[in-house]
């Protein structure tokens, strides 16, 4: 599908993040999530996170960033509808790695 605008795009965002499971809310204390529109390196890349989890926390950390690339993502959905939906699954995919949530889990909990 052709780009959505990017305030259309970060409140996309802002839905996901309004509606993550209540496990992963605590979560969000000490991450920042930005919107951008692709990864410098890897153009085809959805989301990312940068930081150290919150299971591996020594002291004052972070904050982490949690980074959504708006163009990936819209060139993978083909409407509106779709796009929705793998923003919140691209969302709570990298919220998760904060929390300290590996690839594998997230394959178990269907986050990933």
Not at 29 to 57: I, S
């Amino acid at each position: 599908m052709d780009p959505v605008p990017r305030y259309r795009f970060e409140r996309l965002v802002a839905d996901a993040l309004d509606d993550l499971p209540d496990d992963l809310l605590p979560v969000l204390d000490n991450v920042v999530v930005r919107v951008e529109d692709r990864h410098p390196d890897d153009p085809t890349l959805l989301g990312l996170y940068d930081g150290v989890p919150h299971t591996e926390r020594t002291g004052m950390e972070g904050p982490d960033i949690v980074s959504i690339y708006r163009l990936a993502l819209c060139e993978m959905c083909e409407d509106d509808e779709d796009l929705a939906d793998e923003v919140y699954v691209t969302v709570i995919h990298e919220i998760a790695h904060a929390a300290g949530i590996d690839d594998a889990r997230l394959h178990d909990l269907g986050w990933g």
